[in-house]
């Protein structure tokens, strides 16, 4: 799902991101209480009809703010205070108000409060986090009454097994139509998440989407899918775009290097995205070195489109019966990296 923070995924229009072979956009429920209100987007008939994308939408709850401006929140039981980074006004989140606001966006998807641990953590701390997402997926199960939006929880435990195991087992009896496993790619070791992953992915019920929040690298895609995870945020394919670098056969390109400056062929010439169809690399290198919002726009869709492009490949091959020989293990010079 292409992280659309504030109702946009950024640099992108709408018709450029159903071209990339979007389905399924995510929004922040925070970000977009700040500005410009759920009111306003209310009286817009809703998300969809606000930011113009008629496919399904996920509103994230606000829980990943409390994890990433933990310097300007305060957190208990109630819920967490935050202070403004616009105006530095009190603003408070609690499981209802959060329902409250996904609610009134009308995604199709709403997330569960949760407390988001950082990396490194004690155990204590951990398990006091655990605690207080269990009882607030309660209270927000509670409220949540829109009958059109599915409501899903999250299971939170760190790096510790024990309270992966309990918070798997927790939030899966709450029979919710989805569940999400959080606190990953938040710090901690590659290994120790695909670790969460591959211990968390076989606890969770096999007749409903299972989503892995905050991942978005090729490998750690594949290593999730052969979990059983199905859906998956990241910010890393527009945010390497803003910074000028290309996601080219699970490699990371640059595209300010000096090499590009003479090379005139596509960047990835088996992608379809608008700027592999229209573009050359040097071209590119070009736009990047001159500071043109075009580059990074070009970029940020190649890396969406590449992106997609792998996990369509990856359901394929589970059609096709191949996903253990082509994805899982993953090697970036694998045969499967090149042909999606």
């Not at 590449?306 to 990856?314: Q, S």
């Amino acid at each position: 799902m292409p992280v659309g923070t504030a109702a946009t995924v950024k640099g992108v229009s709408t018709p450029q991101l159903a071209d990339t072979g979007a389905e399924m956009v995510l929004a922040n429920t925070y970000h977009l209480h700040l500005q410009p209100g759920e009111t306003v987007v209310a009286e817009a008939g809703g998300l969809h009809q606000f930011m113009g994308w008629p496919g399904p939408l996920l509103t994230d709850s606000g829980g990943f703010q409390v994890f990433s401006l933990g310097n300007i929140n305060r957190i208990d039981d109630h819920g967490v205070v935050f202070r403004s980074p616009r105006d530095g006004a009190r603003i408070t989140l609690t499981p209802e108000r959060s329902m409250e606001i996904q609610m009134a966006l009308g995604a199709d998807v709403a997330m569960a409060f949760d407390q988001c641990p950082p990396y490194p953590a004690s155990e204590a701390a951990v398990a006091e986090a655990s605690r207080r997402t269990h009882a607030w997926l309660e209270r927000c199960l509670a409220v949540h009454d829109r009958a059109n939006q599915a409501l899903f929880g999250i299971v939170q435990g760190g790096c510790f097994p024990h309270l992966r195991r309990e918070s798997a087992r927790i939030v899966a009896a709450m029979n919710l139509p989805g569940i999400a496993v959080g606190g990953v790619s938040v710090g901690e070791p590659v290994e120790e998440m695909h670790r969460i992953v591959r211990e968390v992915g076989p606890l969770l019920p096999e007749d409903r989407p299972h989503y892995l929040m905050g991942v978005g690298s090729l490998r750690e895609l594949a290593v999730a899918v052969a979990e059983g995870f199905d859906l998956f945020d990241c910010v890393l394919p527009t945010r390497l775009g803003r910074h000028g670098a290309a996601l080219v056969g699970g490699e990371r390109w640059n595209l300010k290097n000096a090499r590009f400056r003479h090379d005139h062929t596509p960047l990835d010439p088996s992608c379809p995205c608008l700027a592999c169809r229209q573009h050359s690399r040097a071209y590119l290198h070009h736009l990047i070195r001159s500071q043109e919002m075009l580059g990074r726009t070009l970029l940020s869709l190649h890396n969406l489109t590449t992106l997609l492009r792998f996990t369509r490949a990856m359901a394929q091959a589970i059609r096709d019966g191949c996903f253990a020989e082509d994805f899982a293990p993953w090697e970036p010079a694998s045969p499967a990296a090149h042909t999606w």
